[in-house]
């Protein structure tokens, strides 16, 4: 009779090895997507920060809907305990500054 208790403890221990070994490799999968997100948001602001201060209709469009995508994923922000790097460096901030400069300088010629 003890042998069973004993197998049904190594069973039991197996199993739950298994879930916890799941649940990593799902956040390990998580935590990737989200380095490869901030690789392409990173690279998406840099590619329009080159553009300064002409800029381009894409870039114009784009950056501040991205911005709000990465920085307002409450959920992705909860799970990786940190924001992707164009919530906090203030780059397209500082793109959207120069190009109403630069606009504003061009139109009052």
């Known amino acids: 009779m ?3 208790g004993i ?3 190594v069973i039991s ?3 739950l090895g298994l879930v916890l070994w799941g649940g990593w490799n799902v956040y390990q ?3 990737k997507s989200f380095n490869e997100g901030n690789i392409v948001s990173n690279n998406l602001v ?3 920060m080159k553009q300064l201060p002409v800029g381009s209709s894409v ?3 784009e950056l501040r809907l991205t911005l709000q995508r990465s920085c307002n994923n409450s959920f992705s922000n909860f799970l990786m305990m940190k924001k992707q790097d164009i919530c ?3 780059k397209v901030d500082h ?4 190009r109403a400069a630069y606009d504003k300088a061009t139109r009052r010629r």
């Not at 793109?95 to 120069?98: A, D, E, H, I």
């Open 95 to 98: 793109y959207y500054q120069l």
């Open 7 to 9: 197998f049904g403890i």
């Open 46 to 48: 840099n590619q329009c």
């Open 88 to 90: 906090d460096d203030g």
């Open 59 to 61: 870039c114009d469009q």
């Open 29 to 31: 999968g998580l935590l």
């Open 2 to 4: 003890p042998s069973k």
């Open 13 to 15: 221990i197996f199993f």
